[in-house]
């Protein structure tokens, strides 16, 4: 199967950068951002196109990202928190080794910190997390071949859980 080798993907403050980059050091391969890549094609910031363009916009060009991102990048993938809640981003991600980094309420709130740059964190943060996480970690779940834990843990422990979950190249459904 071509495609990347992990799909990486949870609420803000699972850690998918942090543990995609380190997850793709170890495997010797490239880490793709979803939201970075948005950012390249877009010419702005995530939090630009909310605020100018509006989520709607935002999560079409996630859609089109995603889709190219699913087909053309070979490393480690990781996706905006949102990103999964389209039903064609879901539908692609059947054939491909989804991991959810499962993260709780206070450890998100900790590693979102003021939630600067996340547009869907403005107002009261541990509510917005809270309703984030009751919303999605069914859907996350649902897609996920692998589940990770990572509250309380390092992204190295988190890391080394996540290589021994995935299957080696060639051995992917
Ligand atoms: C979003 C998560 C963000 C980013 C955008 C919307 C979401 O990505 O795509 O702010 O809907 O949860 P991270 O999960 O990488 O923070």
């Known amino acids: 199967m071509t495609g990347p080798r992990a799909v990486l993907i949870g609420t803000m403050g699972a850690g998918k950068t942090t543990v995609g980059r380190r997850l793709a050091e170890r495997l010797g391969v490239d880490f793709l951002d979803s939201d970075e890549l948005i950012e390249e094609r877009a010419g702005k910031s995530v939090q630009d196109i909310f605020v100018e363009d509006g989520e709607a916009t ?11 991102a699913l087909e053309n990048h070979e490393g480690v993938l990781s996706l905006g928190g949102g990103a999964v809640l389209d039903p064609a981003t879901q539908a692609l991600l059947a054939s491909h080794q989804v991991v959810f980094l499962r993260v709780g309420l206070a450890d998100a709130v900790k590693r979102v910190g003021l939630g600067v740059g996340r547009p869907l964190l ?7 997390v809270k309703q984030l996480l009751d919303e999605r970690t069914p859907v996350y779940q649902g897609l996920a071949r692998v589940t990770v834990d990572t509250d309380a843990r390092t992204p190295a422990d988190v890391v080394a859980d996540v290589l021994a979950a995935i299957a080696p190249r060639g051995e992917q459904l």
């Open 58 to 68: 935002f999560r079409a060009l996630e859609r089109d990202t995603v889709a190219w």
């Open 122 to 128: 403005l107002g009261n943060i541990r509510s917005r």
